[in-house]
């Protein structure tokens, strides 16, 4: 057994704001120029820091319903900016040096990417970045933070778990409460009061923290069976 490592996708591994404008470009050709400025300002305002939404999305879509825009509508610009994600109109790019450091992860742990976006785009991101072969799994509209949940559930059967994302309550939140280690990145990361296990602006700063939690994880599960029938098998995996 080995330590499983739980990647989010969207502002953590996926960085930059390109698809969440694409996202506020879209409601405004479906409801107007002012809500795409509207939301436009509130993604200005939380990457500023210190606001109250959980990320860029988040923002847009309080800007949008506060405007009167209904939920199908959010829906149908939500999946329009998805289909141009990784273009020219949706740019994202990946944390810097995430090939190399994803191929030493591999040799210590199980990656998981799990997120609740479709799987549109994502893959061939994936594959543009080099690294769609160094994930054991990919998980796509999970319905965080249950979804969630239940993938940590069934890795701690395995062994120790840490879950890596940029949204306390989704990405997090579910993981600590069943004993999971958690990574916190992104905006928030400098202020949340989530006590979370590391903590870095981007995935980048927290690669030798990572690292480390994966060579320990590995050595507390890779430990042979003792042969004697007086001396029985004590787990020493944390939960």
Excluded: C
Excluded at 81 to 99: F, H, N, Q
Excluded at 111 to 116: D, G, P, Q, R, S
Excluded at 201 to 227: G, K
Aim: hydrophobic share 45%.
């Amino acid at each position: 057994m080995s330590g499983t490592i739980v990647f989010d996708f969207d502002g953590t591994l996926a960085l930059g704001a390109g698809p969440i404008v694409a996202y506020a470009r879209a409601l405004g050709a479906l409801a107007g120029d002012e809500v795409y400025e509207r939301a436009r300002q509130e993604i200005r305002v939380f990457e500023a820091g210190g606001s109250a939404y959980r990320d860029g999305y988040h923002a847009v879509g309080v800007a949008a319903l506060a405007a009167g825009v209904d939920p199908d509508t959010l829906h149908v610009a939500y999946e329009t900016s998805r289909r141009e994600l990784g273009t020219e109109a949706a740019p994202v790019e990946p944390p810097a040096g995430l090939p190399a450091f994803l191929g030493r992860l591999g040799g210590t742990a199980r990656l998981v990417l799990a997120t609740n976006a479709p799987a549109i785009g994502v893959p061939r991101l994936l594959r543009d970045w080099g690294v769609a072969e160094a994930f054991d799994e990919l998980r796509f509209r999970i319905g965080k933070p249950a979804g969630l949940a239940e993938i940590v559930r069934v890795a701690l059967a395995r062994g120790p778990v840490l879950a890596i994302g940029d949204i306390v309550e989704l990405d997090l939140a579910p993981a600590m409460e069943l004993g999971a280690d958690t990574a916190l990145v992104g905006a928030t990361a400098a202020g949340a009061t989530a006590p979370v296990t590391m903590r870095g602006r981007t995935v980048t700063d927290l690669y030798p923290d990572i690292q480390t939690w994966a060579a320990i994880a590995a050595s507390r599960t890779s430990a042979p069976e003792p042969t004697g029938a007086d001396h029985p098998h004590e787990s020493t995996e944390r939960h």
